[in-house]
Structure formats: C-alpha cells, structure tokens
C-alpha cells in the first residue's frame, strides 16, 4: 500500500536549523497534500506546514518566515526546510499525505483517509 518515511529530526541548540525530508512510496499515481505535522508532551497534533500538488503552502504563524516547506511531486518527497529554530519548535515532527491516489490493475484508486509516518524527533535545547 502506501508508506511515508520520516527522516532528519536531531538535536539542535536554539537558533539552529534541521531539514525533515519525507518520502512517499507505494503504487502512488498522484498526492494532492502533502503536509508536516508535530507533536509535543503538552500539546495536540497541529499544523506546521503544507504543500498542495499545484504548489500552494499554508503555514502554521508561529513558522512563517522561519520554516519552508516544498516538494517534488514526480519523486512523492516533501522537505521542510527549518531554520532559526526555538526551543517551542520541540516535538515530534509527522509526514501526512492527503488525497492520495494508488494505481491497481483496474485503474486509479482514491483514498479518502490520511497516510501518516511514524514521527521523527525534533529538540532544540535553549
């Protein structure tokens, strides 16, 4: 089926930037949203950054001018670029894939759920 595998989340002293790579595999014809999500010990899943098939981003306030979030569509990759990263930006950093669709034998194949991968940590220490 489909799998989103997260890497590049370290530890980072404030002011510091990290890169989170993403990639999509699976019998994938096309991804509408691609997006990253985070997750701390206090807090809810939300929203850092996402990034439509026709390029469109929609950025957390709290990462605009800080974070950049792009991919390569032909490759199913999503990067988010983190710089000037602070101490608040510690969690647990998820790939999510909105509006995939999978190629079977029949033809293409929409999925009406979300794809999520398993995390990767981000800490940045003061």
């Known amino acids: 089926q489909v799998q989103l595998v997260e890497s590049g989340g370290g530890l980072v002293q404030a002011g510091g930037s990290l890169r989170l790579s993403c990639a999509a595999s699976?019998?994938?014809?096309?991804?509408?949203?691609m997006a990253w999500y985070r997750q701390d010990s206090e807090n809810e899943r939300e929203l850092v950054a996402a990034?439509?098939?026709?390029?469109?981003?929609n950025y957390a306030d709290s990462v605009k001018g800080r974070f950049t979030i792009s991919r390569d569509v032909a490759k199913n990759t999503v990067t988010l670029q983190m710089n000037t990263l602070k101490p608040e930006d510690t969690a647990v950093y998820y790939c999510?894939?909105?509006?995939?669709?999978?190629?079977?034998?029949?033809?293409?194949?929409?999925?009406?759920?979300?794809?999520w991968g398993q995390g990767t940590r981000v800490t940045v220490s003061p």
């Open positions: 990034i439509s098939d026709e390029a469109n981003t």
């Open positions: 999510n894939a909105d509006g995939v669709v999978t190629m079977s034998f029949a033809g293409p194949v929409p999925f009406e759920y979300d794809f």
């Open positions: 699976g019998n994938i014809h096309s991804i509408k949203t």
